[in-house]
């Protein structure tokens, strides 16, 4: 079975950075897009980037270029570098992934547990 584990959250200083990971394991045919969203207590689960396999990325505008997302296809890893966070991007973040699991079966989206960001002032 397919799995997503997100690490690297937890307490980070306004202005600092932080940099969380998305490991993707099981029977993996085919890793494609891979996303992080967050959502925050009481609010919906939003979009803040999406990579492609071929690395193509987009992002969520109001982030400003202060966050960026990568990945590693060798280790089917994303990343996400959050450089000067504020206290509205504290928030449960989660990786998602698209991905074809076997060669007869179409892909899907899979989701992680999330991982807490906290971000002090």
């Known amino acids: 079975q397919v799995q997503l584990v997100e690490s690297g959250g937890g307490l980070v200083q306004a202005g600092g950075s932080l940099r969380l990971s998305c490991v993707a394991s099981?029977?993996?045919?085919?890793?494609?897009?891979m996303a992080w969203y967050r959502q925050a207590p009481g609010k919906p689960r939003e979009l803040v980037a999406r990579i492609t396999s071929a690395g193509i990325t987009d992002y969520v505008g109001s982030l400003r270029g202060r966050f960026t997302i990568s990945r590693d296809n060798a280790k089917n890893t994303a990343y996400l570098q959050m450089n000067s966070p504020e206290p509205e991007d504290a928030a449960v973040y989660y990786c998602?992934?698209?991905?074809?699991?076997?060669?007869?079966?179409?892909?899907?989206?899979?989701w992680g547990q999330g991982t807490q960001v906290t971000v002090s002032s």
């Open positions: 099981g029977s993996i045919f085919s890793l494609n897009d």
């Open positions: 998602n992934a698209v991905i074809k699991t076997s060669t007869y079966l179409p892909p899907f989206n899979f």
